[in-house]
């Protein structure tokens, strides 16, 4: 089993519905992020928390809302989801403490907004 | 705030060349640097990272990144690539800061590699 999981893992939906992407970790790590994928732009940080009590908005984070509704799970919703909105999203976790700043990511989610 | 530039946007290789992927980064301070690799349909791995000491890195697969502080750059290498290697790569930046844990990636370079 992947020890950082997204689902769902492709999602079709239509302009103005709400969306709820969730990110469960078995890694223990304290802190999860979300960042989004685009072709010839790369991974963009739109959210991330570094425990249940702190949420933090990244360089993109207009248009998304997230929660923390545990250690280990980290949510991102679209509130009324748009075409530009279209990516492929990860979360990904890492360990507190500076030393490492390695990300572990999940598989990713695929969103297609019509 | 800290970017990261990878200028190569597609690279195409035949197997057994030698591969250099550049990555620049702006940020006037202590910086650690990473090479991430996305196979095709898969997540992105961690490929290597450098911190402190010595500024040749080795990582997985064979691959190696020299950190040239004058230059802010942190170019992957590797000497003779197998199809294998085709995948995307992307270089990223972290302030060393404690504290802070967030990465800048680069636009990632796609690299594929023709039997």
């Known amino acids: 089993d992947a020890d950082v999981t997204q689902t769902p893992r492709n999602r079709i939906t239509k302009t103005g519905k709400r969306i709820m992407l969730e990110c469960s970790q078995t890694k223990g790590h304290d802190r999860m992020y979300w960042y989004r994928q685009d072709p010839g732009l790369g991974l963009r940080l739109i959210y991330y928390s570094f425990d249940v009590k702190d949420i933090n908005k990244g360089e993109i984070s207009d248009g998304y809302s997230v929660s923390r509704q545990a250690q280990a799970k980290f949510s991102l919703s679209l509130e009324s989801a748009i075409p530009n909105q279209t990516a492929l999203y990860f979360c990904?976790?890492?360990?507190?403490?500076?030393?490492?700043?390695?990300?572990?990511f999940g598989e990713g989610s695929r969103l297609t907004v019509l | 705030a800290q970017s990261v530039s990878q200028h190569n946007h597609h690279v195409i290789l035949s197997e057994a060349a030698s591969l250099e992927l550049g990555c620049n980064y702006s940020?006037?301070?202590?910086?650690?640097l990473f090479w991430y690799v996305q196979y095709p349909g898969q997540h992105l791995q961690l490929l290597l990272k450098?911190?402190?000491?010595?500024?040749l890195v080795k990582g997985i697969k064979g691959f190696e990144a020299e950190f040239i502080k004058s230059k802010f750059s942190f170019n992957l290498r590797k000497p003779s690539v197998q199809w294998s290697d085709t995948a995307e790569y992307f270089c990223?930046?972290?302030?060393?800061?404690?504290?802070?844990?967030?990465?800048?990636f680069g636009t990632g370079t796609r690299l594929t590699i023709i039997p």
């Open positions: 450098y911190f402190s000491g010595d500024p």
């Open positions: 940020y006037g301070g202590t910086v650690n």
């Open positions: 990904a976790t890492s360990v507190t403490g500076g030393r490492t700043g390695e990300l572990f």
């Open positions: 990223a930046v972290k302030v060393a800061n404690f504290g802070n844990e967030k990465l800048t």
